[in-house]
């Protein structure tokens, strides 16, 4: 379990986390959401240990991060944004290297290397890690974060600037790791795939935590379902627009209405003069229209 309470971070009169608490239980993933300067990459170096609280407590799995750095590393891997590597080395030897770092027998490195590699569809055939495409590069990363087997991962914007395949692969994978144990707080400017793999979603308003819980929970609490009723009419004109404000576009005519109550007195007015109802469509709000309502 990652548990905080009343953390806080300031960089000379700026704060960047403020009194921010909250706790993720083992085996899920969890996403972490804001507009740019919210804190959002603050809290992961914190988590990872990287980074030292001004105040407040923050454990994983029970280790204080500030207090037992080893400890928690041993424990945690830790994928940045950009994918430094180092790029005159082969993956094997990447690999290899940041193994012997956490004292794994050259065997097990060469067999969980095999194994990541399989895992993440890999392919290096001897090339230096310079000559990798940028999807490479980040699977590549993310072997390199799970070489020493954590139970923990903490990753900023694990799919940053790939292309779709390599980002879907990258999601899916991330499932899979849940699956297996793992427990995952990540943070990614791709809100739809954020909403598509988490567990649970935090939103960050200027260091200040202003949401937190699954999306069924957030949908909740940022509004509730509407309804688009798409519809046919040989003359629109004759639909009263004061009972139901229609719109046209390529796809056809339609109206939204709030609740029920609203959906009945369209398709009532619609009826009415002569049109008929197509279909019916529901939708709660995405994440994307939750940070807009939040404000920046």
């Not at 919210?38 to 240990?49: D, E, N, Q, S, V």
């Not at 879907?168 to 943070?187: C, D, H, Q």
């Not at 909740?220 to 004061?242: K, L, M, N, V």
Request: negative net charge; proline residues 4%; hydrophobic residues 40%.
């Amino acid at each position: 379990m990652i548990t905080a309470s009343n953390l806080a971070k300031r960089y000379d009169g700026f704060t960047a986390l403020d009194d921010v608490s909250f706790s993720f239980p083992d085996a899920g993933i969890f996403g972490i959401v804001g507009h740019n300067g919210a804190g959002k990459t603050t809290l992961l170096k914190i988590i990872a240990g990287l980074v030292a609280p001004s105040s407040g407590d923050l454990s994983v799995n029970g280790i204080d991060v500030v207090r037992e750095p080893v400890a928690l590393k041993e424990m945690l891997g830790y994928l940045p944004e950009e994918s430094r590597l180092y790029e005159t080395m082969t993956a094997e030897d990447y690999l290899a290297f940041f193994g012997e770092i956490y004292g794994i027998e050259k065997e097990e490195i060469a067999v969980r290397t095999r194994r990541l590699f399989a895992a993440l569809s890999l392919e290096p055939n001897g090339k230096k890690l310079g000559e990798f495409s940028k999807g490479m590069k980040r699977k590549t990363a993310i072997a390199r974060s799970l070489i020493h087997d954590p139970k923990f991962l903490v990753y900023d914007e694990p799919t940053s600037g790939l292309d779709p395949m390599t980002s879907r692969f990258i999601a899916e994978y991330l499932r899979k790791l849940k699956n297996e144990g793992r427990t995952i707080v990540l943070s990614a400017h791709n809100l739809y795939q954020i909403e598509a793999i988490c567990d649970r979603v935090m939103i960050l308003r200027r260091g200040k935590v202003v949401a937190l819980g699954t999306m069924d929970e957030l949908r909740e609490q940022f509004g509730s379902i509407t309804y688009t009723i798409w519809f046919s009419a040989a003359d629109p004109a004759r639909i009263d627009r004061q009972a139901v404000p229609y719109r046209q576009d390529e796809r056809g005519l339609a109206c939204d209405a709030g609740d029920m109550a609203g959906l009945n007195v369209c398709s009532a007015a619609i009826t009415a003069a002569g049109g008929r109802v197509e279909r019916i469509e529901s939708r709660y709000p995405s994440l994307e229209e939750m940070l807009v309502a939040v404000g920046k």
